[in-house]
Each structure stands twice: as C-alpha cells, then as structure tokens.
C-alpha cells in the first residue's frame, strides 16, 4: 500500500510540473515575509538574516525538502541613524504592546535590498532560486508606510534521472534534453503597514519559461506560470503585553485551484510566542517561537497532514533561526512586521 502511495505522489509530482511549477510552500511564513513578497525588504531597523528548513510530509520517499536563507536590510542614513520608531539602547517598549502601538509613528522613507537562497527538492527534481530584491518605503501618514518592491535573479530545474526507474532506459518524455536548465526569475509587491495591521500584495514567476526535458518538442508540457500572493494581518490586544496576531494567506496559480492559509499567533511581551495554522485540503499545523536575545530568535512548526497522504506521512516540520545584525536599539522581535 505504501508504494501506490509512493507512486500516486510521484505521479502528482510530475503532473504539477506539466501544468504549473509551484513554488515551496511555508507554514512560518509569517516569520519571514520576504519569501513571498520584495517590498518587505528592509522593513526593519536592523539587518534579518533567517535560515529555514522544512520537511515535508516526512516518512514518505521522495517529499518535498525545501532550505533556505534570506537577508534583508536598510539603507538611508535616516532610517538607521534615527528611525522614527527607534528604540533607545538596551531596549524599550516592546513593539508587540499596546503602548508601543499609541506611540507609534512611521518609518523614515528609505530604500531597502535583500538577498534569497532557496532551494526545493521533490522527488528527483530540484529547483534552486537566487534572487535580490529591492524595496522602497514610503510615509504616506503619520502612522502608515507603503512599500512597494522588486525582484530579479535566476531559476535553476534539475531533474535527477538517476533516482527514475524507467520501463525504457531511452524514454523519449526526457530523453536528450537538458536536465539542468537556468531561467530568469522575475517578481514583485506591495506592502502597506502601521503598527497594529498589515496588507501585500505580490506576484512571482513573472517570466512564463518552458521546460526543456526532451529533444521531442511533443513532451514538453512542463512550464512556469505567475503565481500571485495575497496576505494581511492585525494586532489584537489582549492585555497591555499579550496580543494575538491573526493573518492570512491566499494564493492563485492557474490552473490549480485557489488555495489559503489561515494563521494566529498569540505573543507574550516580546519573550515568545505560540499559534495555530490550517490550510486548505492539506493541514493544521502548531507553531511555536523563542527570541532568545537581541541576536537571536527560534521558530517551528509541525503540520498534521489532513489530505489523503496522512495515511504515510508523519506529518511536516520545520524550523526558522533570526539573526538580528547591526541590532542598534538591542530590540528583541520585529518592529514593523508580526
């Protein structure tokens, strides 16, 4: 029974390729919004630097692994030298508090640039992204930014052939094409941010690409389509220090049906933080974070898999370390994303 299974995913795998390719998805993506969206790029008054890993549907052959590492960071002698939410050393206000929220004013105009590693294996194939990204914010009132920004870089799709067993060792579907193939990558948002709630808006794959896995032209089905991101959440205050965070995340790739996550995070003072996630015909997941210090926050989360693969899979887990560069005011969490 388990090897069906095996082969059902496989063959869903390699009809997900002919038809749209998917990028990663992320249940901690709320940790780490620049996955999704360029106009988060330094957003924050400090250099972010996360590293991922996830697993996914773990115990079944050939799941989804997917890693990666971002950077992100300000530019503008106005936002790093005197930010108008900045905090003094040592810290101050925790920015996940009510009283942070009553002062709050908006960040300076600045520029922001990042940088993005992803890596995303299933199955035999692999597909790495590297992209920069270039944001810019703006005040538009005395407690809202927009931010609005851009991404560029190249995507690489490796097929494995060594990991196929083919009835045809000559099989002309990828014979005598290229199992390694580089593409532009092209993508693009908005953010629009205060305090206490968020709005993006984003689109990646702008480029459509076809894959090229065989000389016969019959075969090559397997294209890149744009993928299109739309997530908001709110602060909500429980207390003066406990807030809970709740957020969504809906996304459409034609041909495949529109897909949503639904997410709350509940924080205490800026120490950590605990929260649930569910997302459509796939999961529920539990997720969990510690910031450690003013260099260091932890973050993970484990998804109970609701679709017919839970019968193999153990479920998926994945893990998100912050470093926190350049960290001025010694703030402990995030001042201008939840």
């Known amino acids: 029974m388990k090897r069906i299974l095996h082969l059902i995913f496989l063959l869903a795998v390699c009809t997900q390729m002919g038809l749209a390719q998917q990028k990663p998805q992320y249940t901690q993506y709320v940790f780490n919004n620049l996955l999704l969206n360029p106009a988060v790029s330094g957003i924050e008054n400090y250099t972010d630097v996360k590293a991922g890993y996830r697993s996914q549907w773990t115990g079944l052959q050939g799941a989804p692994v997917t890693s990666y590492l971002t950077l992100s960071t300000p530019i503008g002698d106005n936002f790093i030298q005197g930010d108008a939410t900045a905090m003094p050393a040592e810290g101050g206000e925790n920015p996940s508090s009510r009283l942070y929220t009553q002062n709050y004013m908006a960040a300076e105009p600045h520029h922001g640039i990042g940088f993005m590693l992803v890596s995303d294996k299933a199955g035999p194939i692999t597909t790495t992204n590297i992209d920069v990204t270039y944001a810019y914010h703006l005040g538009l009132s005395p407690t809202m930014n927009l931010a609005v920004g851009v991404q560029g870089g190249v995507n690489n799709i490796n097929l494995n052939t060594s990991e196929l067993t083919l009835e045809f060792p000559l099989d002309p579907a990828i014979s005598n094409g290229s199992n390694s193939q580089w593409k532009p990558d092209l993508g693009a948002g908005i953010w629009l941010y205060s305090s206490n709630y968020y709005f993006g808006a984003s689109v990646q794959q702008l480029l459509p690409q076809t894959l090229y896995f065989s000389t016969n032209v019959a075969y090559n089905q397997s294209k890149t389509v744009p993928q299109y991101f739309l997530t908001s959440g709110v602060k909500l205050f429980l207390t003066d220090d406990i807030t809970l965070m709740p957020s969504f995340l809906i996304k459409v790739i034609n041909p495949t049906p529109i897909t949503f996550d639904i997410n709350a995070k509940l924080s205490f003072m800026d120490k950590f933080w605990v929260g649930g996630s569910y997302r459509r015909d ?57």
């Open 282 to 338: 796939d999961s529920f997941g539990v997720l969990a974070g510690v910031n450690i210090s003013s260099f260091i926050n932890v973050g993970y989360s484990y998804d109970i898999t609701t679709s017919a693969l839970n019968t193999v899979s153990n479920g998926t887990h994945e893990i998100v370390i912050g470093i926190l560069l350049n960290n001025r005011y010694k703030v402990t969490c995030p001042q201008h994303t939840f």
